[in-house]
């Protein structure tokens, strides 16, 4: 059976990690989240070059992983259409098949998740969020024929 990329995509505060983490002990595939190395190493969750060192460390991972067969689940967020299709292409170049998991939730519901994880200093705020929301690029429908399936909350 052909390895799989497992994109979830979405807003800090709709559920990537509880999704991807279950997703995970289910499928048996590798979990790639940025937060949780930058944590470990003591990073500021801020830090957006850093952050993107190691989603480039993670996906030079992640591209072997698939080419032996070992599905991937990318945990970064992936805001953008571009991005999230360059990755599912790149997987498919590797005979992966590719997966979203697009997930949304309420503006309070996001700020009451990211406040109850209380792991960003400076802290998250309803503000950020909003701001945030408009940079999200939502799958439309030409992309979302891109996946072999597409998951929604």
């Keep these: ?84 299709l360059r990755l599912a292409g790149e997987a498919r170049a590797l005979g992966a098949r590719t997966e979203l998991y697009w997930l949304t939730a309420p503006l309070e519901v996001m700020r009451a998740r990211i406040a109850a994880r209380g792991r960003e200093n400076p802290p998250i705020t309803l503000e950020h969020i909003e701001g945030w929301v408009g940079l999200f690029q939502a799958p439309d429908a030409a992309e979302l024929a891109a996946y072999d399936a597409v998951h929604r909350d």
Excluded: N, Y
């Design 1 to 84: 059976m052909a390895a799989t990329l497992h994109i979830v995509t979405g807003l800090p505060g709709v559920g990537k990690s509880t999704c991807a983490a279950a997703l995970e002990a289910s499928s048996g595939a590798v979990r790639m989240e940025p937060d949780g190395w930058m944590s470990e190493l003591k990073l500021d969750l801020w830090d957006e070059d850093r952050r993107f060192t190691i989603e480039t460390m993670q996906w030079r991972l992640s591209r072997r992983f698939l080419a032996a067969g070992v599905s991937v689940i990318i945990e970064w967020g992936t805001w953008g259409r571009e991005e999230r």
